[in-house]
């Protein structure tokens, strides 16, 4: 069928809108026409090359380009079509996104660790899922998907793996943020962070992963939640979703960190910047206290090795840092249950769309992003 999507063709380029060829699906897939898809940070780190694996690598991985390819990751759609032996999907089923597979059979799955699922192999690289052959073509030519899903396509199509069955009387809105923003950061407060009634929590960079950060570490109990953020509009946001205090800088956050904890400073500090730079974490560990847990959610320059952590202190106040993939959530599980708490009006949603923009728009939904405008920007393609 004939389609859409916004496609990047190299490094540091604009988001091009192309005509896209989608085929229809093989065994074991789905072809999905996307309502909303997300404007999440990590779409962009492939612009800016912060997650582009090095030239030197792409023959090891058995590619000639890394590029060209469809962006997104967080969407929320209907099906249209499904392939042979598809059971958990029909024509007509509202669908989240999951950027993290999830096939029930692999070691992670059966452990409860679905976001470690062995099928998020090759992500990087073009094809499917299912047999790593191409559904997609722009000028005739292969094209690869942003995490195999490539949400700002208006069409595509993608493993079953990869698609979460949703109520159909949820807002689609609602449904393309969990995808990947809320679960990510709920689950990083939650779940990765393992928040304690009565704990302080500090988030560093409130966006649409930060923010969500803010409203896991309350539901968990919190006592106190820091905000971090340059930008004046983000701390009152993160004041009206949660957070307690909110400062610019985590050095302007040192100090009343100091007075409110009596020293004790944080228990939980959690990385959600726009990107993540190794120096950024001798601030982190700074700001956590003893027995301490610092999740790492953001995303770091792929190449970068170096991060300043004083290691002896690390040890002597037995501390922890964490790395997590979607908030180390189930999707399969955790994007339901996500959405029935927003039913419950216990976890907001509504309130973090601030801008919505046709797909023609995307690059200046982008640009908002990075001015700090958005809590979460979204493409809505009628
Ligand atoms: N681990 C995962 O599975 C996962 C999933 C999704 C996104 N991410 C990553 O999470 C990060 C956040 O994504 P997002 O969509 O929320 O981005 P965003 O751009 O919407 O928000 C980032 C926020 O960080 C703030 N910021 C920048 N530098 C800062 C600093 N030094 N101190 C404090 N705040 C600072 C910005 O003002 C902005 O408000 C990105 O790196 C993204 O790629 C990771
Ligand atoms: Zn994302
Ligand atoms: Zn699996």
């Not at 690869?144 to 949820?170: N, P, Q």
Request: with cysteine; aromatic share 6%; hydrophobic share 40%.
């Amino acid at each position: 069928m004939k389609a859409k999507a916004a496609v990047l063709w190299g490094q540091g380029q604009d988001w091009s809108i192309e005509d896209l060829q989608v085929d229809p699906p093989k065994a074991g897939e789905v072809l999905v026409e996307w309502k909303v898809a997300g404007m999440c940070h990590s779409d962009d780190h492939m612009k800016t090359g912060d997650m582009v694996p090095p030239r030197e690598a792409w023959e090891f991985m058995g590619i000639e380009d890394f590029y060209p390819i469809i962006g997104g990751h967080e969407g929320a759609g209907i099906v249209l079509e499904v392939g042979d032996g598809v059971t958990t999907l029909k024509p007509g089923d509202h669908v989240s996104a999951s950027f993290v597979p999830s096939c029930g059979r692999c070691r992670y799955c059966l452990t409860g660790k679905q976001a470690l699922c062995n099928n998020t192999a090759n992500t990087f690289i073009g094809g499917m899922i299912t047999d790593g052959t191409d559904r997609h073509f722009v000028n005739g030519k292969p094209i690869t998907l942003m995490a195999k899903l490539g949400t700002f396509g208006s069409h595509s199509c993608v493993s079953e793996l990869s698609l979460i069955k949703v109520d159909d009387d949820l807002p689609m809105e609602c449904v393309a943020l969990v995808s990947c923003g809320v679960a990510t950061g709920w689950g990083s407060a939650v779940r990765r962070a393992e928040t304690q009634p009565g704990d302080t929590v500090v988030v560093v960079g409130i966006g649409g992963i930060g923010i969500n950060a803010v409203q896991g570490a309350k539901m968990a109990g919190a006592k106190r939640i820091i905000a971090v953020d340059p930008v004046e509009f983000k701390r009152e946001k993160a004041l009206e979703l949660g957070a307690t205090h909110a400062y610019a800088s985590m050095d302007e956050a040192m100090g009343p960190l100091q007075e409110l904890t009596w020293g004790e400073m944080a228990d939980r500090v959690i990385m959600t910047p726009g990107v993540l730079h190794g120096e950024m974490m001798a601030s982190a560990m700074n700001l956590a206290g003893k027995g301490s847990t610092v999740v790492v959610t953001a995303i770091s320059p792929m190449m970068s090795n170096e991060a300043s952590i004083n290691l002896f202190n690390l040890a002597m106040w037995n501390k922890e840092v964490k790395g997590t993939i979607f908030g180390s959530l189930n999707p399969r599980y955790d994007i339901p249950a996500l959405l029935s708490m927003y039913r419950e009006g216990t976890l907001k949603l509504d309130e973090l769309i601030t801008n919505r923009y046709p797909l023609e728009q995307i690059n200046q939904g982008y640009a908002d992003m990075m001015a700090g405008k958005n809590i979460r920007g979204v493409i809505c393609y009628d």
